[in-house]
């Protein structure tokens, strides 16, 4: 019997928190606003949008309960505000930058690690932080080889089809786009560019759509005991597991205006234990989690831009 077709979305759904003409009403104003006035419409998007769309807010309010439980409901309404002023910051510095401004600066820390990266080819692993599209084809650049950057395909098709359009403006011989639209070869395609000695730039901080997870028990909160479940994707420590590639972790940080700090830490590997490979991911995605991932978060909080719940508290 054939599956039934699925019903058609309402034309609303495109004015949503993830429609396409919220995002293109974003990056007009962001192309036409005067500079001395962009800090007023930023607040004027902000505030609309953090108002209507509930979903993101209490998704954001319960991912800074897991992680500061000490913070009453006030703060954390007032915290969830504060990541999407600074997701709206960055959206608007990156729709500058795709149309040709050059106006981001931009400051290094932890250079040796990434001088470290070799010509065998490498895995850049990190999170929903900073502006993820702009820093990218600066990699691309920097590093003089093959990069490969791996997205997560948008939830309307309207709105998937007017980012590729966007980014599009970006690729180059050197700088590729690579969306993980369930496509089953995708692993196959980004271990073969690792064989070549290209670079694979994966974020490993939520899991979306039909892919691969890790599930882990992690206690998110220094201040609490209290454990949670918090899903990642498999794929990367699956890829450096069969490549053999390092994984090095590299956040990107907006430390003011139009700045932004490149942060890379020690490389790691995911290796087979004893031949069981899943223990191995499991070790490696443990030390990404707990001694990588969630000591940057804890600190860097108000750019965590993870917009659904991240953590699952398990029971006593």
Same mark, same amino acid.
């Given at each position: ?7 058609p ?19 007009? &104003?962001?192309? !036409? ?36 439980? /000490? ?17 709206s910051?960055? !959206?608007?510095?990156?729709?500058? %930058?795709?149309? &040709? ?14 001088e ?5 080819g ?17 990699? %691309? ?16 098709? $309207? ?6 359009e966007?980014?599009? @403006? ?18 196959? $395609?980004?271990?073969?560019?690792? &064989?070549?000695?290209? !670079? ?12 691969a ?8 909160? /220094? ?19 069969? @490549? ?32 069981d490979?899943?223990?191995? !991911? ?25 917009f659904e719940? %991240?953590? /699952?508290? @398990?029971?006593?």
């Amino acid at each position: 019997m054939a599956e039934p077709s699925p019903q058609p979305r309402s034309f609303l759904h495109r004015f949503s928190a993830y429609g396409d003409l919220t995002l293109k009403f974003q990056a007009w &104003g962001a192309r !036409v606003c005067p500079p001395y006035l962009e800090p007023l419409y930023i607040a004027f998007y902000s505030s609309v949008l953090f108002l209507i769309a509930a979903p993101v807010r209490n998704a954001l309010m319960a991912n800074l309960e897991a992680l500061f439980p /000490e913070r009453g409901w006030l703060q954390r309404f007032q915290d969830a505000y504060r990541v999407v002023w600074n997701f709206s910051f960055t !959206v608007a510095d990156a729709t500058r %930058a795709r149309h &040709g401004e050059n106006i981001i600066d931009w400051e290094l820390d932890g250079i040796e690690h990434l001088e470290a990266i070799s010509d065998s080819g490498a895995i850049l692993l990190t999170a929903h932080m900073g502006n993820y599209d702009v820093a990218a084809p600066l990699f %691309a650049q920097k590093l003089s080889r093959p990069f490969n950057a791996v997205r997560a395909p948008e939830r309307h098709a $309207e709105t998937q089809a007017w980012m590729e359009e966007q980014l599009a @403006t970006q690729g180059n011989d050197h700088y590729h786009i690579r969306y993980n639209k369930n496509d089953r070869l995708l692993g196959l $395609e980004l271990a073969q560019s690792i &064989g070549r000695g290209e !670079v694979v730039a994966i974020q490993g901080d939520r899991v979306m759509f039909d892919v691969a997870l890790f599930p882990l028990d992690i206690q998110p909160s /220094e201040r609490s005991d209290d454990t949670y479940r918090f899903r990642l994707p498999k794929g990367p420590f699956v890829l450096a597991q069969v @490549t053999g590639a390092p994984i090095h972790p590299v956040f990107i940080l907006r430390t003011g205006w139009r700045r932004y700090r490149i942060k890379a830490l020690p490389a790691f590997h995911c290796k087979a234990q004893a031949r069981d490979r899943e223990a191995g !991911v499991e070790i490696a995605a443990r030390h990404w989690v707990d001694d990588v991932l969630l000591p940057v978060v804890r600190e860097h909080w108000t750019q965590w831009f993870v917009f659904e719940s %991240a953590f /699952e508290k @398990t029971e006593a």
